[in-house]
């Protein structure tokens, strides 16, 4: 059973989910929505929309274990299932029985799985750019990391080559004059801690059987209200994969940014709030009926 105590520090709370300690934010009142950060990213990832997406629920971002600033251990288990089942714990560790999942690349990947296999947790569904078995981008650079040796040698190489890491966040947006400063600080910090890029490489050698599962198991979240958010200009994920995707989830809809890269909440705020908000708006009669 997921450990129900909540701890907080300045403005950082933190629960127990299968033994490890998860730290997340937690702003507002009202319906739970949930935020999943993706590869490599935390809670910080959503810090420029927690505001406008707080006025009517209570959101909570948190960082994955073995991410951001939640403990991570050497044995953790890296498959997709695994991911998906500590997203469910720690939803029972703060006592929410179904919630609005908003998830981003390998976070939309988490929820949409979490979607798939627990459909009652999940009031709507929005996914961000979410990998999938249908985006042929960075297929190599995958197959790379499944060979043992590269397996070993990337994370000590990518921990201590801080130029990866600054031409890695700018690839991830559409015009990279909108990458402050403040953002490249932001996303190295948890980078440095031992674990973190261990784990990305751990899912990475998972990926193929990983996608392969979610396909199996995708009809579960058919009936799950979903909105799919692309930016045009993602370099990470394949923006014509969202057409299969979308076809099989039913009740979704599709909305393509124009000029945000992988990750629009970063580059324009206002304009993904205003789109979650809405859906969410809409579905209101739907969440209240639950």
Known sequence: MSDRRIVQVESHHSCVVDGLEVRFERRGHGPALVLVHGLLGYSFSWRRVLGSLSNEREVYALD?????????????DAHLSAAADRLL??????????????????????????????????????LVSPANPWSRIGRKRLALLSLPLAGLLFA??????????????????????????????????????KGVFEHAAQIARNWHSDMAELQQVLRGA???????????????????????????????????????????YEECPEEFSLLVNGFLAEHSSVLDGK
Not at 93 to 103: E, F, H, P, T
Not at 111 to 125: E, G, K, N, S, Y
Not at 159 to 186: F, P, W
Request: with cysteine; glycine share 8%; hydrophobic share 40%.
């Open 64 to 76: 994955m274990p073995g991410s951001g600033f939640s403990e991570c251990r050497a044995n953790l």
């Open 89 to 126: 714990k720690f939803l029972e560790a703060l006592g929410i029985q179904n919630c609005d999942l908003v998830g981003s690349s390998y976070g939309g990947t988490t929820a949409l799985f979490l979607a798939a296999t627990h459909p009652q947790r999940v009031r709507t569904l929005t």
């Open 156 to 193: 000590p190489i990518a921990r201590r080559m801080r130029i990866l890491q600054t031409l890695s966040i700018r690839r991830m947006y559409g015009d990279q004059q909108r990458v402050s400063a403040e953002t490249l600080k932001g996303y190295s910090l948890p980078l440095r801690r």
């Open 222 to 264: 058919a009936e799950v209200p979903t909105l799919i958010i692309w930016g045009s200009k993602d370099r990470l994920v394949e923006l014509s994969s969202t057409e299969v995707l979308s076809r099989q989830l039913k009740r979704s809809r599709v909305v393509v940014m124009d000029g945000a890269g992988h990750l629009p």
